[in-house]
């Protein structure tokens, strides 16, 4: 019976929020329409956190919102201005109410309940196939015969759902190989968010048809710089099917991002000021920029950047984020904004990935697994011994700027997969945690004084939430941050 009057509620609350996002489109051209609704909006999430709610993070927003010149008040109402009316109402609704508002107060609760990490996001591979071989790619070291089922994939967003989650990326090989599956998945859930990690090369006219039909599908296409610097790693035409795809996409008012591995020979193109206004103009609004990792046995490590071209990618994100910047478009950068999400989000702490052959993996970096979604369910998954010594690990360092297990505090990885007896999971080139994490030993070693000397040159504010056991809240972080102001918006909730 509470399942039913759950069912209700949340049918209900669902309508309500569409009732005030349909209000918000049909007066786009009211500025103080806009307003009104985007208070409201803050109104409702303070009354459906209730003593969850973060109050002075609720009215920072209400200042922001009632300030005309406010930049990123005004980025939202751009990309509302562009993107196709029912894609923007199927995105808000799946991502605003379902994922951040319902999604993270079911999961938080769910968090206490199992005792385990519960993800906010969850990543899978439809299929190990690609029609590219870029160069050191990890994903190929999967081999090309593996692929997920329609009914695994909806196992992972059935079961997920129930869990709270309702966001759902896809990577590969390349995703779009199963463009009539993914379809029909997204067809069935409607009622959640699926953003693609796509080459491009596969994206056309008719598919974006169905993308503005169903609404619930986004991309983040991979560029990298200039066409030199990114064909010289992803093969000649690669950069041309980019722009070919962005302008499909802009044209049909779809929201995209980027994906940009950075490298020790592209990231200078990949952050050039005159790059990041090329992929805005062309109608890119967010990023998510990867530190190369040397994962796999055909990894090329003399490509991970330098620890002086790290410190600086930490400058440069922070500074396109600020208020000094007018380039309309958001960066996230998975290494180095550990501060905003706390640390490692791995291991189900905020998202975990299933590979193609269905092993749940802790992070899509890191190649170990006990677990696989024909055997298991996906809370079994993260309960299952490597998933939880990475909740029982987390946060892997005070400094936010060394989170990963691998790449910044290797020793931890070689540890926490011997105690759990979890083994590799690449089917073509199997690589053992040793010959992994002796890559990363020098540069963990090289980075680690600078991350240090950053660090506590800076001051840090302590979350009011924080998703690690008990025992990390009281004794670990409380050393690691001081309270002061924020200086600038993160890029990610602490979900």
């Known amino acids: ?291 190369y990792m040397p994962v796999g046995n055909n990894a090329v490590p003399e490509l991970m950047p330098t620890v002086e071209q790290r410190r600086k990618m930490v400058d440069k994100i922070r500074y396109v984020r600020s208020d000094k910047c007018d380039i309309g478009f958001y960066p996230m950068d998975f290494q180095n904004d550990g501060e905003f999400v706390g640390g490692c989000i791995a291991g189900g702490r905020n998202y975990f990935h299933i590979n193609a052959h269905g092993d749940a993996e802790p992070c899509v970096f890191i190649h170990y697994s006990n677990t696989n979604i024909h055997d298991n369910s996906i809370l079994e998954m993260l309960q299952s011994p490597l998933f939880m010594e990475y909740h029982k690990g987390q946060p892997f360092n005070r400094n936010h700027l060394r989170p990963c297990p691998m790449l910044e505090n290797p020793q931890l990885l070689r540890e926490m997969v011997a105690r759990s007896g979890a083994h590799g999971t690449n089917e073509e080139s199997e690589e053992s945690v040793e010959h992994l994490c002796e890559k990363c030993d020098a540069y963990a070693k090289e980075w680690a004084p600078v991350a240090d000397e950053i660090w506590k040159s800076e001051t840090h504010k302590k979350p009011k939430y924080e998703n690690y056991i008990k025992e990390k809240r009281d004794n670990d972080t409380l050393a690691a941050f001081e309270h002061v102001p924020e200086k600038q918006p993160g890029n990610a909730v602490n979900q």
């Open 1 to 291: 019976m509470s399942s039913v009057v759950e069912n209700i509620s949340h049918a209900a609350q669902r309508q309500a929020f569409g009732l005030m996002i349909d209000g918000l489109l049909k007066h786009l051209d009211k500025a103080d329409d806009r307003t009104a609704t985007y208070l409201k909006i803050a109104d409702e999430a303070e009354k459906f956190y209730g003593k969850g709610a973060d109050k002075a993070a609720i009215d920072k927003a209400r200042k922001a919102i009632q300030d005309p010149n406010n930049r990123w008040v005004k980025f939202i109402n751009r990309v509302l201005d562009e993107t196709n009316p029912h894609v923007a109402k199927t995105m808000l609704l799946n991502l605003g109410y379902e994922a951040f508002f319902r999604g993270t107060k079911t999961i938080r609760a769910n968090r206490e309940k199992y005792n385990c990490n519960i993800p906010w996001l969850i990543l899978f591979d439809p299929t190990s196939a690609c029609n590219m071989h870029c160069k050191g790619c990890w994903s190929g070291t999967y081999g090309h015969k593996s692929m997920l089922s329609f009914d695994d994939m909806d196992k992972i967003v059935t079961q997920g759902k129930e869990l709270g989650v309702y966001l759902y990326m896809m990577t590969g090989g390349e995703p779009m190989v199963r463009k009539a599956d993914i379809i029909k998945l997204a067809e069935k859930h409607n009622d959640v968010e699926f953003a693609l990690y796509s080459n491009s090369t596969l994206i056309d006219e008719e598919f974006c048809k169905e993308l503005v039909r169903l609404g619930n599908i986004t991309f983040q296409l991979s560029i990298e710089g200039t066409p030199e610097t990114n064909d010289f790693r992803r093969g000649e035409g690669h950069y041309a099917a980019v722009m070919k795809a962005m302008d499909l996409l802009k044209k049909y008012g779809i929201v995209f991002g980027t994906s940009i591995c950075y490298t020790r020979e592209n990231i200078e193109a990949v952050t050039d000021e005159k790059f990041l206004r090329m992929i805005a103009d062309k109608g890119a609004r967010y990023g998510f920029f990867f530190h």
